[in-house]
Protein backbone atom coordinates (compact mmCIF):
# COMPACT_ATOMS: atom_id res chain seq x y z
CA UNK A 1 0.00 0.00 0.00
CA UNK A 2 1.57 3.55 -1.21
CA UNK A 3 1.87 6.05 1.83
CA UNK A 4 0.05 9.26 0.08
CA UNK A 5 0.95 11.53 3.26
CA UNK A 6 4.39 11.17 2.85
CA UNK A 7 6.00 13.69 0.71
CA UNK A 8 7.62 11.91 -2.74
CA UNK A 9 10.99 13.31 -4.30
CA UNK A 10 9.37 12.69 -7.48
CA UNK A 11 6.13 12.43 -8.84
CA UNK A 12 5.62 11.31 -12.47
CA UNK A 13 2.46 11.63 -14.73
CA UNK A 14 1.84 9.48 -16.94
CA UNK A 15 2.73 5.36 -17.49
CA UNK A 16 4.65 5.12 -20.99
CA UNK A 17 7.68 5.00 -22.13
CA UNK A 18 8.67 8.84 -20.83
CA UNK A 19 7.36 8.03 -17.46
CA UNK A 20 8.85 4.75 -16.98
CA UNK A 21 12.40 6.11 -18.18
CA UNK A 22 11.68 9.11 -16.03
CA UNK A 23 11.13 6.75 -12.93
CA UNK A 24 13.93 4.84 -13.42
CA UNK A 25 16.31 7.22 -13.85
CA UNK A 26 15.04 9.36 -10.91
CA UNK A 27 15.02 6.15 -8.49
CA UNK A 28 18.75 5.00 -9.49
CA UNK A 29 19.65 8.32 -8.97
CA UNK A 30 18.51 7.84 -5.46
CA UNK A 31 14.74 9.59 -5.22
CA UNK A 32 11.25 7.92 -4.34
CA UNK A 33 9.09 8.27 -6.83
CA UNK A 34 5.09 7.49 -7.07
CA UNK A 35 4.27 7.19 -10.79
CA UNK A 36 0.52 7.99 -11.16
CA UNK A 37 -1.00 5.99 -14.62
CA UNK A 38 -4.89 7.43 -15.22
CA UNK A 39 -5.35 3.64 -17.08
CA UNK A 40 -5.91 0.66 -15.39
CA UNK A 41 -3.26 -1.86 -15.34
CA UNK A 42 -4.64 -4.23 -18.28
CA UNK A 43 -4.42 -0.74 -20.44
CA UNK A 44 -1.06 0.60 -18.73
CA UNK A 45 1.23 2.30 -20.94
CA UNK A 46 -0.55 4.43 -23.24
CA UNK A 47 0.73 4.65 -27.21
CA UNK A 48 3.86 3.08 -26.16
CA UNK A 49 2.16 -0.12 -26.20
CA UNK A 50 1.55 0.04 -29.22
CA UNK A 51 4.77 0.54 -30.57
CA UNK A 52 7.78 -1.70 -32.34
CA UNK A 53 10.64 0.24 -32.83
CA UNK A 54 13.39 3.01 -32.02
CA UNK A 55 15.35 5.44 -34.03
CA UNK A 56 18.84 5.59 -32.28
CA UNK A 57 22.00 6.95 -33.84
CA UNK A 58 25.47 4.94 -33.81
CA UNK A 59 28.48 4.76 -35.63
CA UNK A 60 29.04 1.29 -36.39
CA UNK A 61 26.65 -1.77 -37.06
CA UNK A 62 24.87 -3.54 -33.78
CA UNK A 63 23.95 -7.25 -33.04
CA UNK A 64 20.37 -6.20 -34.94
CA UNK A 65 21.40 -3.16 -37.14
CA UNK A 66 23.23 -3.49 -40.57
CA UNK A 67 25.60 -0.65 -40.43
CA UNK A 68 26.41 2.99 -38.92
CA UNK A 69 23.84 5.87 -38.86
CA UNK A 70 25.76 8.98 -37.93
CA UNK A 71 24.68 12.19 -35.69
CA UNK A 72 24.26 14.26 -38.48
CA UNK A 73 22.93 11.92 -40.96
CA UNK A 74 20.12 11.41 -37.91
CA UNK A 75 20.13 15.27 -37.63
CA UNK A 76 19.59 15.60 -41.80
CA UNK A 77 16.77 13.06 -41.68
CA UNK A 78 15.30 15.08 -38.92
CA UNK A 79 15.68 18.05 -40.87
CA UNK A 80 14.20 17.06 -43.94
CA UNK A 81 11.25 16.14 -42.42
CA UNK A 82 10.20 19.15 -40.21
CA UNK A 83 11.66 21.61 -42.97
CA UNK A 84 13.46 22.79 -40.59
CA UNK A 85 10.85 23.27 -37.73
CA UNK A 86 12.70 21.47 -34.83
CA UNK A 87 14.31 23.19 -31.60
CA UNK A 88 18.45 22.31 -33.64
CA UNK A 89 19.85 22.78 -30.06
CA UNK A 90 17.56 20.50 -28.47
CA UNK A 91 17.67 18.18 -31.68
CA UNK A 92 21.23 17.24 -31.46
CA UNK A 93 21.37 16.77 -28.07
CA UNK A 94 18.93 14.28 -28.01
CA UNK A 95 20.31 12.08 -31.24
CA UNK A 96 23.68 12.64 -29.30
CA UNK A 97 22.04 11.24 -26.33
CA UNK A 98 20.76 8.41 -28.36
CA UNK A 99 23.35 6.49 -28.96
CA UNK A 100 23.80 5.89 -25.33
CA UNK A 101 20.05 5.25 -25.19
CA UNK A 102 20.55 2.10 -27.18
CA UNK A 103 22.46 0.20 -24.20
CA UNK A 104 20.63 2.11 -21.37
CA UNK A 105 17.36 0.86 -22.16
CA UNK A 106 19.07 -2.83 -22.45
CA UNK A 107 20.25 -2.42 -19.20
CA UNK A 108 16.99 -1.31 -17.94
CA UNK A 109 15.81 -5.02 -19.23
CA UNK A 110 14.41 -4.09 -22.88
CA UNK A 111 15.88 -6.31 -25.55
CA UNK A 112 15.96 -5.96 -29.46
CA UNK A 113 15.14 -8.29 -32.02
CA UNK A 114 16.40 -8.14 -35.74
CA UNK A 115 14.41 -5.27 -38.03
CA UNK A 116 11.37 -6.20 -39.97
CA UNK A 117 11.79 -6.25 -43.17
CA UNK A 118 8.68 -5.24 -46.22
CA UNK A 119 8.37 -1.52 -47.11
CA UNK A 120 9.54 -0.10 -43.63
CA UNK A 121 13.93 -0.46 -44.89
CA UNK A 122 14.50 0.87 -41.52
CA UNK A 123 17.16 -2.31 -40.82
CA UNK A 124 20.00 0.27 -40.40
CA UNK A 125 18.23 3.16 -38.37
CA UNK A 126 15.52 1.37 -36.38
CA UNK A 127 16.14 -0.87 -33.50
CA UNK A 128 13.04 -2.89 -32.75
CA UNK A 129 11.95 -4.42 -29.59
CA UNK A 130 11.50 -7.85 -29.01
CA UNK A 131 8.02 -8.75 -28.38
CA UNK A 132 6.87 -4.91 -29.24
CA UNK A 133 6.22 -2.16 -27.02
CA UNK A 134 4.07 -4.16 -24.91
CA UNK A 135 6.97 -6.59 -24.11
CA UNK A 136 9.16 -3.44 -23.86
CA UNK A 137 7.25 -1.91 -21.00
CA UNK A 138 6.70 -4.83 -18.95
CA UNK A 139 10.38 -4.33 -18.85
CA UNK A 140 10.67 -1.26 -17.89
CA UNK A 141 7.69 -1.96 -15.22
CA UNK A 142 9.42 -4.78 -13.95
CA UNK A 143 12.61 -2.82 -13.16
CA UNK A 144 11.15 0.05 -11.80
CA UNK A 145 8.94 -2.41 -9.53
CA UNK A 146 12.43 -3.69 -8.38
CA UNK A 147 14.00 -0.55 -7.51
CA UNK A 148 11.02 0.34 -5.46
CA UNK A 149 9.41 2.55 -7.95
CA UNK A 150 5.65 3.18 -6.37
CA UNK A 151 3.50 2.62 -9.11
CA UNK A 152 -0.50 3.50 -9.01
CA UNK A 153 -3.24 2.65 -11.75
CA UNK A 154 -6.83 4.09 -12.05
CA UNK A 155 -4.94 7.15 -11.03
CA UNK A 156 -5.98 10.03 -13.15
CA UNK A 157 -4.77 13.54 -12.21
CA UNK A 158 -6.78 16.18 -12.34
CA UNK A 159 -5.46 18.79 -10.71
CA UNK A 160 -2.07 20.59 -10.34
CA UNK A 161 -1.47 23.11 -7.85
CA UNK A 162 1.57 25.41 -9.39
CA UNK A 163 2.85 28.28 -7.91
CA UNK A 164 4.71 31.12 -9.95
CA UNK A 165 6.81 28.08 -11.97
CA UNK A 166 6.59 25.80 -8.87
CA UNK A 167 4.99 22.53 -8.54
CA UNK A 168 3.36 21.78 -5.00
CA UNK A 169 0.52 19.36 -5.58
CA UNK A 170 -1.43 17.13 -7.68
CA UNK A 171 -5.07 15.60 -7.20
CA UNK A 172 -6.29 12.56 -8.02
CA UNK A 173 -9.93 12.30 -9.91
CA UNK A 174 -11.05 9.55 -7.20
CA UNK A 175 -9.75 8.81 -3.65
CA UNK A 176 -6.71 6.19 -3.69
CA UNK A 177 -6.74 4.80 -0.06
CA UNK A 178 -8.95 7.76 1.12
CA UNK A 179 -5.89 10.15 -0.59
CA UNK A 180 -6.90 12.33 -2.93
CA UNK A 181 -4.12 15.15 -2.61
CA UNK A 182 -0.28 14.37 -3.53
CA UNK A 183 2.77 15.94 -2.87
CA UNK A 184 6.07 15.87 -4.17
CA UNK A 185 9.83 18.02 -4.47
CA UNK A 186 9.65 17.76 -8.31
CA UNK A 187 7.35 16.97 -11.05
CA UNK A 188 7.83 15.03 -14.08
CA UNK A 189 4.59 15.35 -16.52
CA UNK A 190 4.64 12.35 -19.07
CA UNK A 191 0.96 12.36 -19.49
CA UNK A 192 1.10 12.21 -23.69
CA UNK A 193 -0.10 14.52 -25.66
CA UNK A 194 -3.84 15.56 -26.46
CA UNK A 195 -5.01 13.48 -29.30
CA UNK A 196 -7.45 11.30 -27.62
CA UNK A 197 -9.51 14.32 -27.33
CA UNK A 198 -12.01 14.80 -29.81
CA UNK A 199 -13.58 17.78 -28.58
CA UNK A 200 -9.78 19.73 -28.59
CA UNK A 201 -9.43 18.47 -31.99
CA UNK A 202 -12.33 20.13 -33.36
CA UNK A 203 -11.25 23.28 -32.22
CA UNK A 204 -8.84 23.20 -35.16
CA UNK A 205 -10.09 20.31 -37.21
CA UNK A 206 -13.92 21.79 -37.08
CA UNK A 207 -16.01 18.62 -37.10
CA UNK A 208 -13.67 16.51 -39.60
CA UNK A 209 -12.12 15.62 -36.63
CA UNK A 210 -15.35 13.21 -35.64
CA UNK A 211 -14.33 11.08 -38.67
CA UNK A 212 -10.58 10.63 -37.32
CA UNK A 213 -9.68 7.49 -35.86
CA UNK A 214 -7.67 7.35 -32.95
CA UNK A 215 -4.52 4.58 -33.10
CA UNK A 216 -3.50 4.74 -29.64
CA UNK A 217 -4.86 5.13 -26.03
CA UNK A 218 -8.20 6.97 -25.39
CA UNK A 219 -6.52 7.84 -21.88
CA UNK A 220 -3.93 10.96 -23.99
CA UNK A 221 -6.74 13.42 -23.29
CA UNK A 222 -4.44 16.28 -23.00
CA UNK A 223 -6.07 17.20 -19.36
CA UNK A 224 -1.85 18.02 -17.78
CA UNK A 225 -0.97 19.56 -20.98
CA UNK A 226 -3.45 21.83 -20.72
CA UNK A 227 -3.27 22.55 -16.54
CA UNK A 228 0.12 23.28 -17.33
CA UNK A 229 -0.72 25.32 -20.36
CA UNK A 230 -3.04 27.28 -17.73
CA UNK A 231 -0.79 27.73 -15.40
CA UNK A 232 2.29 29.92 -17.02
CA UNK A 233 3.65 27.12 -18.59
CA UNK A 234 5.47 28.00 -21.96
CA UNK A 235 3.76 26.29 -25.44
CA UNK A 236 5.72 25.00 -27.92
CA UNK A 237 4.53 23.51 -31.66
CA UNK A 238 1.58 23.97 -33.90
CA UNK A 239 -2.04 22.79 -32.12
CA UNK A 240 -2.84 21.58 -35.97
CA UNK A 241 0.19 19.40 -36.36
CA UNK A 242 0.30 15.91 -35.30
CA UNK A 243 1.69 12.57 -36.86
CA UNK A 244 -1.35 10.84 -38.28
CA UNK A 245 -1.19 7.88 -41.22
CA UNK A 246 -3.94 6.46 -43.16
CA UNK A 247 -5.66 3.36 -41.70
CA UNK A 248 -8.37 1.19 -41.86
CA UNK A 249 -11.84 2.93 -41.72
CA UNK A 250 -13.35 -0.50 -40.43
CA UNK A 251 -10.46 0.09 -37.11
CA UNK A 252 -12.28 0.98 -33.51
CA UNK A 253 -12.48 4.36 -32.92
CA UNK A 254 -9.46 3.75 -30.41
CA UNK A 255 -6.63 1.62 -29.42
CA UNK A 256 -6.58 -0.34 -33.25
CA UNK A 257 -2.51 -0.13 -33.16
CA UNK A 258 0.02 -1.26 -35.49
CA UNK A 259 -2.35 -3.83 -37.33
CA UNK A 260 -4.83 -1.31 -38.78
CA UNK A 261 -2.01 0.76 -40.60
CA UNK A 262 -2.13 0.51 -44.29
CA UNK A 263 1.38 0.21 -46.41
CA UNK A 264 0.01 -0.77 -49.71
CA UNK A 265 -0.02 3.08 -51.03
CA UNK A 266 2.96 3.17 -52.89
CA UNK A 267 1.43 -0.41 -54.64
CA UNK A 268 -1.15 1.30 -56.15
CA UNK A 269 -3.19 4.31 -56.45
CA UNK A 270 -5.84 6.54 -53.79
CA UNK A 271 -8.66 7.87 -54.64
CA UNK A 272 -11.49 9.94 -52.58
CA UNK A 273 -15.29 9.56 -52.32
CA UNK A 274 -15.31 10.55 -55.78
CA UNK A 275 -13.09 8.68 -57.31
CA UNK A 276 -10.15 10.99 -57.66
CA UNK A 277 -6.71 10.91 -57.00
CA UNK A 278 -5.30 13.88 -55.22
CA UNK A 279 -1.97 12.96 -54.21
CA UNK A 280 1.50 11.81 -55.73
CA UNK A 281 1.53 7.79 -54.14
CA UNK A 282 5.01 6.88 -54.93
CA UNK A 283 6.74 10.79 -53.84
CA UNK A 284 9.04 8.87 -51.40
CA UNK A 285 10.49 6.14 -49.86
CA UNK A 286 7.25 4.81 -47.36
CA UNK A 287 9.06 5.62 -44.24
CA UNK A 288 9.59 9.45 -45.33
CA UNK A 289 5.98 9.50 -46.64
CA UNK A 290 3.68 6.88 -44.89
CA UNK A 291 2.85 10.00 -41.82
CA UNK A 292 1.59 12.49 -44.38
CA UNK A 293 -0.77 10.65 -45.40
CA UNK A 294 -3.13 10.63 -42.48
CA UNK A 295 -3.10 14.89 -42.92
CA UNK A 296 -4.11 13.79 -47.13
CA UNK A 297 -7.07 11.66 -46.35
CA UNK A 298 -8.24 14.57 -43.49
CA UNK A 299 -8.62 17.17 -46.33
CA UNK A 300 -10.52 14.58 -48.43
CA UNK A 301 -14.51 15.02 -48.13
CA UNK A 302 -16.06 12.90 -45.32
CA UNK A 303 -12.50 12.48 -44.88
CA UNK A 304 -12.53 9.23 -46.23
CA UNK A 305 -10.12 7.67 -49.21
CA UNK A 306 -9.79 4.10 -50.82
CA UNK A 307 -6.13 2.42 -51.99
CA UNK A 308 -6.84 1.03 -55.42
CA UNK A 309 -4.66 -1.99 -56.38
CA UNK A 310 -4.67 -5.25 -57.67
CA UNK A 311 -3.70 -8.91 -57.22
CA UNK A 312 -0.39 -8.51 -58.39
CA UNK A 313 0.95 -6.76 -55.68
CA UNK A 314 -0.96 -8.12 -52.54
CA UNK A 315 2.31 -10.01 -51.45
CA UNK A 316 4.49 -7.05 -51.65
CA UNK A 317 3.44 -5.48 -48.37
CA UNK A 318 2.46 -6.57 -44.57
CA UNK A 319 -0.87 -7.48 -44.48
CA UNK A 320 -3.15 -6.11 -41.80
CA UNK A 321 -5.86 -7.21 -39.84
CA UNK A 322 -8.69 -6.27 -42.22
CA UNK A 323 -8.94 -8.26 -45.67
CA UNK A 324 -8.93 -6.45 -48.84
CA UNK A 325 -12.07 -5.73 -50.58
CA UNK A 326 -12.20 -7.23 -53.84
CA UNK A 327 -14.48 -7.93 -57.10
CA UNK A 328 -13.66 -9.14 -60.45
CA UNK A 329 -14.04 -5.27 -62.34
CA UNK A 330 -13.29 -2.23 -61.32
CA UNK A 331 -17.15 -1.10 -61.88
CA UNK A 332 -18.09 -3.80 -58.93
CA UNK A 333 -14.69 -2.79 -57.05
CA UNK A 334 -16.70 0.49 -57.45
CA UNK A 335 -20.36 -0.64 -56.55
CA UNK A 336 -18.53 -2.50 -53.53
CA UNK A 337 -17.10 1.15 -52.50
CA UNK A 338 -20.15 2.64 -53.05
CA UNK A 339 -17.99 4.82 -55.83
CA UNK A 340 -19.17 5.87 -58.77
CA UNK A 341 -18.21 3.13 -60.65
CA UNK A 342 -17.87 5.23 -64.24
CA UNK A 343 -15.55 7.79 -62.19
CA UNK A 344 -13.30 4.92 -60.96
CA UNK A 345 -13.11 3.04 -64.34
CA UNK A 346 -11.66 6.20 -65.72
CA UNK A 347 -9.05 7.44 -62.98
CA UNK A 348 -7.93 3.69 -63.41
CA UNK A 349 -8.03 3.92 -67.29
CA UNK A 350 -6.10 7.24 -67.14
CA UNK A 351 -3.57 5.82 -64.60
CA UNK A 352 -2.77 2.89 -66.62
CA UNK A 353 -2.65 4.88 -70.08
CA UNK A 354 0.10 7.39 -68.23
CA UNK A 355 1.99 4.73 -66.72
CA UNK A 356 5.51 4.67 -68.82
CA UNK A 357 7.53 1.50 -68.58
CA UNK A 358 10.48 0.76 -66.13
CA UNK A 359 12.24 -1.60 -63.45
CA UNK A 360 10.32 -1.82 -60.93
CA UNK A 361 11.94 -1.44 -57.11
CA UNK A 362 10.19 -0.55 -53.95
CA UNK A 363 13.88 -0.02 -52.15
CA UNK A 364 14.68 2.90 -54.15
CA UNK A 365 13.30 5.80 -56.16
CA UNK A 366 12.89 3.65 -59.17
CA UNK A 367 11.84 4.73 -62.88
CA UNK A 368 8.34 4.04 -63.05
CA UNK A 369 6.34 6.40 -63.17
CA UNK A 370 3.40 8.06 -64.88
CA UNK A 371 3.41 11.07 -67.63
CA UNK A 372 0.84 13.79 -68.31
CA UNK A 373 -1.27 12.68 -65.35
CA UNK A 374 -2.33 15.21 -63.26
CA UNK A 375 -1.38 14.71 -60.21
CA UNK A 376 1.61 12.89 -61.43
CA UNK A 377 2.80 9.15 -60.03
CA UNK A 378 6.32 9.49 -59.59
CA UNK A 379 7.63 6.49 -58.85
CA UNK A 380 6.71 2.65 -58.39
CA UNK A 381 3.71 3.75 -61.29
CA UNK A 382 2.55 -0.36 -62.36
CA UNK A 383 -0.60 -0.76 -64.62
CA UNK A 384 -3.47 -2.00 -62.39
CA UNK A 385 -4.78 -4.30 -64.69
CA UNK A 386 -4.80 -7.94 -63.07
CA UNK A 387 -8.01 -8.96 -61.51
CA UNK A 388 -9.57 -9.38 -58.91
CA UNK A 389 -8.99 -5.60 -58.15
CA UNK A 390 -8.88 -4.80 -54.58
CA UNK A 391 -9.64 -1.53 -52.20
CA UNK A 392 -8.65 -0.86 -48.60
CA UNK A 393 -10.93 1.85 -47.39
CA UNK A 394 -8.97 4.27 -45.13
CA UNK A 395 -9.55 7.31 -42.91
CA UNK A 396 -7.14 9.70 -41.05
CA UNK A 397 -5.76 7.32 -37.92
CA UNK A 398 -4.18 10.62 -35.31
CA UNK A 399 -1.23 8.88 -33.48
CA UNK A 400 -0.23 12.03 -31.53
CA UNK A 401 -0.63 15.49 -31.20
CA UNK A 402 2.67 17.92 -31.55
CA UNK A 403 1.47 21.02 -29.12
CA UNK A 404 3.24 20.82 -25.75
CA UNK A 405 5.40 22.01 -23.25
CA UNK A 406 8.74 23.60 -23.95
CA UNK A 407 11.76 22.39 -22.08
CA UNK A 408 15.54 22.90 -22.26
CA UNK A 409 18.55 20.73 -22.26
CA UNK A 410 17.51 19.66 -18.62
CA UNK A 411 14.13 18.16 -19.81
CA UNK A 412 13.02 21.80 -17.43
CA UNK A 413 9.78 23.09 -18.16
CA UNK A 414 10.09 26.86 -19.65
CA UNK A 415 7.61 29.22 -18.36
CA UNK A 416 5.87 32.01 -20.53
CA UNK A 417 8.31 34.49 -19.00
CA UNK A 418 11.22 32.69 -20.43
CA UNK A 419 12.70 31.38 -17.18
CA UNK A 420 12.84 27.74 -16.27
CA UNK A 421 10.36 26.23 -13.73
CA UNK A 422 11.41 25.36 -10.56
CA UNK A 423 10.87 22.36 -10.28
CA UNK A 424 8.93 20.75 -13.49
CA UNK A 425 10.53 18.84 -16.18
CA UNK A 426 8.20 17.04 -19.36
CA UNK A 427 8.86 13.99 -21.18
CA UNK A 428 7.80 12.08 -23.90
CA UNK A 429 4.45 13.00 -26.45
CA UNK A 430 3.97 16.34 -24.04
CA UNK A 431 7.11 17.81 -25.15
CA UNK A 432 7.49 16.26 -28.47
CA UNK A 433 7.03 19.37 -30.41
CA UNK A 434 10.35 20.78 -29.38
CA UNK A 435 11.83 18.34 -31.19
CA UNK A 436 9.00 17.53 -34.46
CA UNK A 437 7.53 21.40 -35.63
CA UNK A 438 6.08 18.79 -38.31
CA UNK A 439 6.55 15.87 -39.79
CA UNK A 440 8.14 12.55 -38.91
CA UNK A 441 10.65 10.27 -38.78
CA UNK A 442 10.04 6.40 -38.17
CA UNK A 443 11.09 5.60 -34.47
CA UNK A 444 11.62 8.79 -32.89
CA UNK A 445 8.65 8.95 -30.62
CA UNK A 446 10.07 6.55 -28.68
CA UNK A 447 13.60 8.46 -28.95
CA UNK A 448 12.31 11.54 -27.30
CA UNK A 449 10.54 9.65 -24.46
CA UNK A 450 13.40 7.63 -23.89
CA UNK A 451 16.29 10.49 -23.94
CA UNK A 452 13.88 13.39 -22.14
CA UNK A 453 12.44 10.19 -19.93
CA UNK A 454 15.88 9.76 -18.75
CA UNK A 455 17.16 13.12 -18.55
CA UNK A 456 13.73 14.72 -16.94
CA UNK A 457 14.16 11.62 -14.01
CA UNK A 458 17.65 12.32 -13.58
CA UNK A 459 17.20 16.33 -12.56
CA UNK A 460 13.80 16.07 -11.02
CA UNK A 461 16.23 13.66 -8.44
CA UNK A 462 18.60 16.28 -8.42
CA UNK A 463 16.20 19.04 -7.99
CA UNK A 464 14.71 16.87 -5.23
CA UNK A 465 17.78 16.37 -3.38
CA UNK A 466 18.53 20.39 -3.78
C1 LIG B 1 -0.16 2.42 -33.23
C2 LIG B 1 1.06 3.19 -32.83
C3 LIG B 1 2.31 2.74 -33.21
C4 LIG B 1 3.45 3.46 -32.87
N1 LIG B 1 4.67 2.95 -33.21
C5 LIG B 1 5.78 3.62 -32.85
C6 LIG B 1 7.08 3.05 -33.08
O1 LIG B 1 7.23 1.90 -33.54
N2 LIG B 1 8.17 3.81 -32.74
C7 LIG B 1 8.04 5.06 -32.18
O2 LIG B 1 9.05 5.70 -31.91
N3 LIG B 1 6.82 5.58 -31.90
C8 LIG B 1 5.71 4.89 -32.21
N4 LIG B 1 4.49 5.42 -31.88
C9 LIG B 1 4.45 6.68 -31.13
C10 LIG B 1 4.76 6.34 -29.65
O3 LIG B 1 3.75 5.52 -29.18
C11 LIG B 1 4.84 7.57 -28.79
O4 LIG B 1 5.68 8.54 -29.32
C12 LIG B 1 5.37 7.18 -27.40
O5 LIG B 1 4.85 5.97 -26.95
C13 LIG B 1 5.04 8.27 -26.42
O6 LIG B 1 5.41 7.87 -25.13
P1 LIG B 1 4.86 8.71 -23.92
O7 LIG B 1 5.33 8.01 -22.69
O8 LIG B 1 5.15 10.14 -24.09
O9 LIG B 1 3.25 8.58 -24.04
P2 LIG B 1 2.30 7.33 -23.79
O10 LIG B 1 3.02 6.05 -23.97
O11 LIG B 1 1.09 7.53 -24.62
O12 LIG B 1 1.92 7.44 -22.26
C14 LIG B 1 1.11 8.49 -21.78
C15 LIG B 1 0.55 8.02 -20.44
O13 LIG B 1 -0.06 9.09 -19.74
C16 LIG B 1 -1.21 8.58 -19.08
N5 LIG B 1 -2.07 9.72 -18.77
C17 LIG B 1 -2.65 10.59 -19.62
N6 LIG B 1 -3.34 11.52 -18.93
C18 LIG B 1 -3.17 11.23 -17.61
C19 LIG B 1 -3.63 11.83 -16.40
N7 LIG B 1 -4.40 12.93 -16.40
N8 LIG B 1 -3.28 11.27 -15.22
C20 LIG B 1 -2.49 10.16 -15.18
N9 LIG B 1 -2.03 9.55 -16.30
C21 LIG B 1 -2.37 10.10 -17.50
C22 LIG B 1 -1.78 7.59 -20.07
O14 LIG B 1 -2.66 6.65 -19.46
C23 LIG B 1 -0.49 6.93 -20.58
O15 LIG B 1 -0.09 5.86 -19.77
C24 LIG B 1 3.34 4.68 -32.16
C25 LIG B 1 2.08 5.12 -31.74
C26 LIG B 1 0.95 4.38 -32.06
C27 LIG B 1 -0.39 4.86 -31.58
Known amino acids: ?4 NRKFDVLVIGGGNAALCAAISAR ?3 ASVLVLEGAPKFYRGGNTRHTRNMRCAHDAATEILTGPYTEEEFWQDLLLVTGGQTDEELARFMIHESKDILNWVVEQGVRWQPSLGGTLSLGRTNSFFLGGGRAMLNA ?8 GVEIVYDAEVTGLQIEDGMFLGATLKQPIDGATEIRASALVAAAGGFEANIEWLKQYWGDAADNFLIRGTPYNRGSILKMLLDNGVQDIGDPTQCHAVAIDARAPKFDGGIITRHDSVVFGIVV ?3 AQRFYDEGEDIWPKRYAIWGRLVAAQPDQIAYIIFDSSVVTSFMPTLFPPIGAPTVAELAAKLELDPA ?4 TVADFNAAVQPG ?8 DCRTEGLAPAKTHWARKIDAPPYLAYPVRPGITFTYLGTRVNKQSRMVMKDGKPSANMFAAGE ?8 KGYAAGIGMTIGSVFGRVAGREAARNARN
Do not use: C, P, Q, W
Not at 343 to 346: D, H, I, N, R
Open 343 to 346: ALEK
Open 28 to 30: RSG
Open 272 to 274: NKH
Open 140 to 147: LYLTAEKL
Open 430 to 437: IMAGNVLG
Open 1 to 4: MVDF
Open 359 to 366: TFDHTILD
